[in-house]
């Protein structure tokens, strides 16, 4: 898969672009705060319905103007085809011509890997950003993932409510939700247990025949104490943190609590890697995330690297580089870098424009 054009109108600080992208290697280079990042998150608009940015959706709308629109054309199996995203009071989204009114209907159809500095996060922060790794990552390979995931969420919101509802009579109708948070639950803990069973099968075969290369292991940590595969075992461990949970006035348990430990030789990288191993680390499970997207699609996904070159030692660099010459790479830096083809498509953004150089 590949983005052949974006077109963007009044999203953030362009007025009228349009950027036609080599289908291997594209640079887009200019100083900070001149849009280059921008370009990265329009596409990825086409990937997930929403920026990986900021919440406020209206953000994305040019200075003073009552609209944004982002359009692009996408080549798959030797078809073309065109979608837009319309952002203006309201959301419209038009996939391959035909308005859609869920952004489940977009998951899974335009298959991207996003690498930024901030996927550091990813090691250092809390639970949450693995979370969304792990959640971004199986959506586009089983869209039915995050049909479940929002399910999910919708259930526990109900079920969060009652527990600060002060109704002492919530057993029959508590145990409703439960029955309902269980039969979801334990599906997104199965799907997330394999896919990390295969981000472990897969991310140890990139660079393998590299001497110095570091030996990296996830462990699934679910927070479901026992068999969090089993439904009754599931709902049994609602209904014994019941009260707990309606003092807390929140559900303590289930997938939105869920973790996993990422070891590298054997060693938590979170409390004992270096800055370097962490970084090595999240580039191989970037790589890992294309290779199986690859695998179940058949198709080598988008390739979107914001800046992220400059955070990498020269021997990480070249190593990067080397992997990912057979996809379609749309990377952002401050210089123009020296490590690719001569056939690479260059661009330079200043002030909100777009200049190809030739």
């Given at each position: 898969m590949i983005i052949k054009n974006l077109y963007l109108t009044n999203f953030r600080n362009y007025e009228n672009e349009k950027i036609?992208?080599?289908?291997?290697?594209?640079?887009?280079?200019?100083?900070?705060?001149?849009?280059?990042?921008?370009?990265?998150?329009?596409?990825?608009?086409?990937?997930?319905?929403?920026?990986?940015?900021?919440?406020?959706?209206?953000?994305?709308?040019?200075?003073?103007?009552?609209?944004?629109?982002?359009?692009?054309?996408?080549?798959?199996?030797?078809?073309?085809?065109?979608?837009?995203?319309?952002?203006?009071?309201?959301?419209?989204?038009?996939?391959?011509?035909?308005?859609?009114?869920?952004?489940?209907?977009?998951?899974?159809?335009?298959?991207?890997?996003?690498?930024?500095?901030?996927?550091?996060?990813?090691?250092?922060?809390?639970?949450?950003?693995?979370?969304?790794?792990?959640?971004?990552?199986?959506?586009?390979?089983?869209?039915?993932?995050?049909?479940?995931?929002?399910?999910?969420?919708?259930?526990l919101k109900q079920r969060n409510n009652l527990l600060k509802s002060g109704n002492k009579n919530i057993a029959e109708t508590m145990d409703i939700w439960e029955e309902k948070l269980a039969s979801i639950g334990v599906e997104i803990c199965k799907m997330r247990e394999k896919a990390i069973e295969k981000i472990n099968e897969t991310v140890n075969n990139i660079g393998k025949d590299d001497e110095k290369t570091e030996f990296i292991k996830l462990k699934y940590s679910p927070s479901i104490k026992g068999d969090y595969k089993d439904k009754e075992n599931f709902k049994n461990e609602l209904f014994s943190s019941r009260q707990r949970d309606i003092e807390k006035g929140m559900t303590q348990q289930g997938p939105h609590r869920d973790d996993f430990e990422i070891f590298m030789n054997d060693i938590n990288i979170k409390k004992f890697g270096s800055q370097g191993q962490m970084r090595s680390c999240v580039l191989k499970l970037k790589l890992s995330e294309c290779d199986i997207i690859k695998e179940k699609t058949g198709e080598e996904p988008i390739l979107l690297l914001d800046d992220i070159l400059s955070e990498l030692d020269v021997e990480r660099r070249k190593f990067f580089i080397e992997k990912i010459k057979d996809k379609q790479v749309i990377i952002t830096c401050t210089d123009k870098e020296d490590y690719f083809d001569d056939d690479c498509f260059v661009f330079k953004v200043e002030n909100g424009k777009v200049i190809k150089e030739e």
């Open positions: 036609e992208f080599s289908p291997k290697t594209n640079i887009i280079y200019g100083k900070n705060g001149q849009g280059k990042t921008n370009i990265i998150e329009a596409i990825y608009y086409f990937q997930s319905g929403k920026s990986f940015r900021s919440l406020r959706e209206n953000e994305i709308i040019n200075f003073g103007k009552p609209y944004s629109k982002i359009e692009a054309e996408f080549e798959s199996g030797g078809q073309t085809d065109s979608s837009y995203i319309f952002v203006s009071d309201k959301k419209s989204i038009k996939l391959k011509g035909v308005q859609i009114e869920k952004l489940s209907e977009l998951i899974g159809v335009y298959s991207m890997v996003i690498f930024t500095p901030d996927f550091l996060s990813l090691i250092k922060d809390g639970p949450g950003e693995r979370r969304k790794f792990l959640d971004s990552f199986i959506s586009q390979i089983k869209p039915s993932y995050f049909k479940n995931l929002i399910s999910y969420y919708r259930v």
